[in-house]
């Protein structure tokens, strides 16, 4: 997802701060700041916003999901880690505090009995490409909904469009 807004928005993830592959420029007339994590994904808060000094309600954390179906999208306000090991990181950085915005990506459950480890780092089939490329398109439209007209109008596109295009 972040290379997806990245690329849109002509940022480079070219300088390497705070464990993170760092990019800043601009949607609209708004100032972002890109940061992907170059930690493993269980260390993620060891390069985030406590490093930037960013007011928590300006941060957006971003992640795959397994409870989520696949190329699903949620965007919540706060709320826990849900034992996702990343997000737990994040928040324990974060003197425990859980809130700031976070949009989270599904990937639904693995298969059968597969290791969930295993699952979430296969590649991806060209369909559930196709539909990831559909789904980060929305993203970098909730993101840019988000920046420059506030964070509940993009929940609410979010949140309720993928439903009513389920719908149809």
Do not use: C, W
Request: glycine share 8%.
């Amino acid at each position: 997802m972040i290379d997806v807004i990245a690329e849109a928005e002509g940022i480079s993830l070219s300088s390497m701060q705070f464990k993170a592959m760092v990019g800043k420029g601009r949607i609209g007339d708004a100032p972002i700041m890109l940061a992907k994590p170059q930690t493993f994904m269980n260390a993620s808060g060891e390069s985030l916003v406590s490093y930037f000094k960013i007011p928590l309600n300006q941060v957006v954390v971003m992640y795959d999901d397994l409870d989520l179906p696949f190329a699903k999208l949620r965007l919540l306000p706060k709320g826990g880690h849900g034992g996702h090991n990343g997000m737990r990181s994040i928040v324990n950085h974060l003197k425990q505090s859980r809130d700031f915005p976070r949009l989270r990506i599904g990937i639904g459950r693995p298969p059968g009995k597969m290791d969930p480890a295993n699952f979430v780092l296969r590649p991806f089939t060209k369909k559930e490409q196709e539909e990831l490329d559909f789904t980060f398109h929305r993203g970098l439209e909730a993101v840019r909904i988000m920046v420059l007209e506030g964070f509940n109008k993009s929940a609410t596109y979010v949140n309720t469009a993928q439903s009513e295009m389920l719908n149809r």
